[in-house]
T-cell receptor
Framework: DQQVKQNSPSLSVQEGRISILNCDYTNSMFDYFLWYKKYPAEGPTFLISISSIKDKNEDGRFTVFLNKSAKHLSLHIVPSQPGDSAVYFCAASARTDKLIFGTGTRLQVFP | DAMVIQNPRYQVTQFGKPVTLSCSQTLNHNVMYWYQQKSSQAPKLLFHYYDKDFNNEADTPDNFQSRRPNTSFCFLDIRSPGLGDAAMYLC??????????FGDGTRLSIL
Protein backbone atom coordinates (compact mmCIF):
# COMPACT_ATOMS: atom_id res chain seq x y z
CA ASP A 1 0.00 0.00 0.00
CA GLN A 2 1.71 3.12 -1.23
CA GLN A 3 1.17 5.89 1.29
CA VAL A 4 2.99 8.57 -0.74
CA LYS A 5 2.24 8.80 -4.43
CA GLN A 6 3.81 10.76 -7.23
CA ASN A 7 1.59 9.96 -10.17
CA SER A 8 3.63 11.73 -12.83
CA PRO A 9 6.81 9.76 -13.59
CA SER A 10 8.15 12.59 -15.73
CA LEU A 11 7.69 16.27 -16.50
CA SER A 12 9.23 18.40 -19.24
CA VAL A 13 9.34 22.18 -18.88
CA GLN A 14 10.91 24.98 -20.85
CA GLU A 15 13.62 27.03 -19.20
CA GLY A 16 12.22 30.11 -17.46
CA ARG A 17 8.75 28.61 -17.01
CA ILE A 18 7.21 27.22 -13.85
CA SER A 19 7.66 23.56 -12.91
CA ILE A 20 4.94 22.05 -10.73
CA LEU A 21 5.55 18.65 -9.18
CA ASN A 22 2.72 16.95 -7.35
CA CYS A 23 2.48 14.50 -4.50
CA ASP A 24 -0.49 12.83 -2.80
CA TYR A 25 -0.57 10.97 0.48
CA THR A 26 -3.05 8.74 2.24
CA ASN A 27 -1.94 8.71 5.87
CA SER A 28 -3.60 11.52 7.83
CA MET A 29 -1.00 11.07 10.58
CA PHE A 30 1.75 12.53 8.38
CA ASP A 31 2.77 15.88 9.79
CA TYR A 32 6.06 16.67 8.08
CA PHE A 33 6.78 16.65 4.36
CA LEU A 34 9.99 17.00 2.42
CA TRP A 35 11.22 17.23 -1.15
CA TYR A 36 14.51 15.73 -2.21
CA LYS A 37 16.34 16.19 -5.49
CA LYS A 38 18.46 13.43 -7.00
CA TYR A 39 20.98 13.69 -9.81
CA PRO A 40 22.21 10.52 -11.57
CA ALA A 41 24.91 8.64 -9.65
CA GLU A 42 24.35 10.79 -6.55
CA GLY A 43 22.29 10.39 -3.41
CA PRO A 44 19.11 12.39 -2.76
CA THR A 45 19.72 15.96 -1.56
CA PHE A 46 17.30 17.74 0.73
CA LEU A 47 15.55 20.61 -1.01
CA ILE A 48 12.71 22.01 1.08
CA SER A 49 10.26 20.89 3.76
CA ILE A 50 6.94 21.89 5.28
CA SER A 51 5.25 21.16 8.57
CA SER A 52 1.55 20.36 8.68
CA ILE A 53 0.90 23.54 10.67
CA LYS A 54 1.75 25.55 7.55
CA ASP A 55 0.29 25.61 4.06
CA LYS A 56 3.24 27.19 2.29
CA ASN A 57 6.99 27.36 2.61
CA GLU A 58 9.27 29.27 0.29
CA ASP A 59 13.01 29.14 -0.29
CA GLY A 60 14.28 31.15 -3.22
CA ARG A 61 12.93 29.69 -6.45
CA PHE A 62 11.32 26.78 -4.61
CA THR A 63 7.93 26.86 -2.92
CA VAL A 64 6.07 23.95 -1.38
CA PHE A 65 2.31 24.10 -0.89
CA LEU A 66 0.38 21.80 1.41
CA ASN A 67 -3.35 21.13 1.17
CA LYS A 68 -4.17 18.96 4.18
CA SER A 69 -7.84 18.50 3.35
CA ALA A 70 -6.91 17.11 -0.06
CA LYS A 71 -3.82 15.29 1.29
CA HIS A 72 -1.85 16.90 -1.47
CA LEU A 73 1.38 18.82 -1.71
CA SER A 74 3.15 20.42 -4.61
CA LEU A 75 6.58 21.82 -5.35
CA HIS A 76 6.80 24.91 -7.54
CA ILE A 77 10.06 25.91 -9.18
CA VAL A 78 10.09 29.39 -10.68
CA PRO A 79 11.87 30.11 -12.95
CA SER A 80 13.00 26.65 -13.99
CA GLN A 81 16.63 26.25 -14.99
CA PRO A 82 18.42 23.46 -16.89
CA GLY A 83 20.33 22.61 -13.69
CA ASP A 84 17.01 21.73 -12.08
CA SER A 85 16.79 18.66 -14.32
CA ALA A 86 16.78 15.76 -11.86
CA VAL A 87 14.48 13.27 -10.15
CA TYR A 88 12.39 14.81 -7.38
CA PHE A 89 11.17 12.68 -4.47
CA CYS A 90 8.38 13.61 -2.12
CA ALA A 91 8.63 12.16 1.40
CA ALA A 92 6.51 12.25 4.54
CA SER A 93 6.81 11.34 8.19
CA ALA A 94 4.44 10.96 11.13
CA ARG A 95 6.29 12.16 14.23
CA THR A 96 8.81 9.36 13.86
CA ASP A 97 12.38 8.98 12.70
CA LYS A 98 11.15 7.33 9.49
CA LEU A 99 10.39 8.79 6.07
CA ILE A 100 8.04 7.31 3.50
CA PHE A 101 9.08 8.19 -0.03
CA GLY A 102 7.19 8.50 -3.29
CA THR A 103 8.48 6.93 -6.50
CA GLY A 104 9.83 10.20 -7.86
CA THR A 105 9.19 12.50 -10.81
CA ARG A 106 11.87 13.05 -13.40
CA LEU A 107 11.99 16.75 -14.34
CA GLN A 108 13.64 17.83 -17.56
CA VAL A 109 14.14 21.53 -18.18
CA PHE A 110 14.97 22.27 -21.80
CA PRO A 111 16.33 25.52 -23.27
CA ASP B 1 33.53 17.50 1.26
CA ALA B 2 31.38 14.40 1.53
CA MET B 3 29.62 14.00 4.87
CA VAL B 4 27.99 10.60 4.37
CA ILE B 5 30.37 8.28 2.56
CA GLN B 6 29.40 4.94 1.13
CA ASN B 7 31.89 2.32 0.01
CA PRO B 8 32.18 0.86 -2.46
CA ARG B 9 30.13 2.82 -5.01
CA TYR B 10 29.67 -0.31 -7.11
CA GLN B 11 29.71 -3.85 -5.78
CA VAL B 12 29.41 -7.06 -7.73
CA THR B 13 28.91 -10.34 -5.92
CA GLN B 14 27.92 -13.84 -6.79
CA PHE B 15 24.57 -15.39 -6.05
CA GLY B 16 24.66 -16.62 -2.45
CA LYS B 17 28.04 -15.06 -1.60
CA PRO B 18 27.90 -12.80 1.48
CA VAL B 19 28.54 -9.13 0.90
CA THR B 20 29.04 -6.13 3.19
CA LEU B 21 28.32 -2.53 2.32
CA SER B 22 29.70 0.26 4.46
CA CYS B 23 28.66 3.76 5.42
CA SER B 24 30.56 6.36 7.39
CA GLN B 25 29.64 9.87 8.47
CA THR B 26 31.51 12.94 9.61
CA LEU B 27 28.36 14.65 10.91
CA ASN B 28 28.20 12.91 14.29
CA HIS B 29 24.48 12.34 13.75
CA ASN B 30 22.85 9.89 16.12
CA VAL B 31 20.40 8.36 13.64
CA MET B 32 21.57 6.24 10.69
CA TYR B 33 19.41 4.57 8.05
CA TRP B 34 19.73 1.96 5.33
CA TYR B 35 17.42 2.08 2.32
CA GLN B 36 17.04 -0.19 -0.67
CA GLN B 37 16.01 1.42 -3.95
CA LYS B 38 15.16 -0.55 -7.07
CA SER B 39 14.79 1.02 -10.47
CA SER B 40 11.84 3.45 -10.74
CA GLN B 41 10.75 2.65 -7.19
CA ALA B 42 10.70 4.63 -3.98
CA PRO B 43 13.58 4.19 -1.53
CA LYS B 44 12.47 1.55 0.93
CA LEU B 45 13.64 1.68 4.53
CA LEU B 46 15.33 -1.52 5.68
CA PHE B 47 16.33 -0.52 9.21
CA HIS B 48 17.64 2.37 11.23
CA TYR B 49 19.65 3.03 14.36
CA TYR B 50 18.88 5.60 16.97
CA ASP B 51 22.29 5.69 18.62
CA LYS B 52 22.84 1.97 19.29
CA ASP B 53 19.15 1.10 19.31
CA PHE B 54 18.42 -1.02 16.27
CA ASN B 55 15.01 -0.75 14.55
CA ASN B 56 14.17 -3.32 11.93
CA GLU B 57 11.30 -2.81 9.47
CA ALA B 58 8.75 -5.61 9.63
CA ASP B 59 9.16 -6.53 5.97
CA THR B 60 12.97 -6.46 5.84
CA PRO B 61 14.13 -9.96 4.86
CA ASP B 62 16.10 -11.96 7.43
CA ASN B 63 18.86 -12.11 4.84
CA PHE B 64 19.69 -8.50 5.67
CA GLN B 65 21.62 -7.65 8.82
CA SER B 66 23.24 -4.49 10.11
CA ARG B 67 25.96 -3.44 12.51
CA ARG B 68 26.79 -0.08 13.99
CA PRO B 69 30.04 -0.42 15.95
CA ASN B 70 30.25 3.31 16.70
CA THR B 71 28.58 6.63 15.87
CA SER B 72 30.53 7.07 12.64
CA PHE B 73 30.12 3.71 10.94
CA CYS B 74 27.26 1.50 9.90
CA PHE B 75 27.36 -1.72 7.86
CA LEU B 76 24.80 -3.60 5.82
CA ASP B 77 25.43 -7.35 5.57
CA ILE B 78 23.57 -9.46 3.04
CA ARG B 79 24.14 -13.06 4.07
CA SER B 80 23.07 -14.89 0.93
CA PRO B 81 22.28 -12.44 -1.85
CA GLY B 82 19.66 -13.43 -4.36
CA LEU B 83 19.04 -11.92 -7.80
CA GLY B 84 16.19 -9.89 -6.30
CA ASP B 85 18.61 -8.09 -4.01
CA ALA B 86 20.26 -6.26 -6.89
CA ALA B 87 19.53 -2.60 -6.15
CA MET B 88 20.93 0.73 -5.06
CA TYR B 89 21.56 0.81 -1.31
CA LEU B 90 21.41 4.22 0.29
CA CYS B 91 22.72 5.22 3.70
CA UNK B 92 21.40 8.33 5.44
CA UNK B 93 21.98 10.11 8.72
CA UNK B 94 19.95 12.56 10.69
CA UNK B 95 20.13 14.73 13.75
CA UNK B 96 16.88 15.14 15.65
CA UNK B 97 14.41 17.52 13.94
CA UNK B 98 16.63 17.86 10.88
CA UNK B 99 16.27 16.39 7.37
CA UNK B 100 18.07 13.20 6.48
CA UNK B 101 21.44 13.49 4.72
CA PHE B 102 22.13 10.80 2.14
CA GLY B 103 25.27 9.24 0.80
CA ASP B 104 25.70 8.62 -2.91
CA GLY B 105 24.74 4.98 -2.58
CA THR B 106 26.23 1.60 -3.46
CA ARG B 107 24.91 -0.11 -6.55
CA LEU B 108 24.87 -3.85 -5.94
CA SER B 109 24.88 -6.33 -8.81
CA ILE B 110 24.39 -10.08 -8.38
CA LEU B 111 25.90 -12.52 -10.87
Amino acid sequence: DQQVKQNSPSLSVQEGRISILNCDYTNSMFDYFLWYKKYPAEGPTFLISISSIKDKNEDGRFTVFLNKSAKHLSLHIVPSQPGDSAVYFCAASARTDKLIFGTGTRLQVFP
Amino acid sequence: DAMVIQNPRYQVTQFGKPVTLSCSQTLNHNVMYWYQQKSSQAPKLLFHYYDKDFNNEADTPDNFQSRRPNTSFCFLDIRSPGLGDAAMYLCATRERNQPQHFGDGTRLSIL
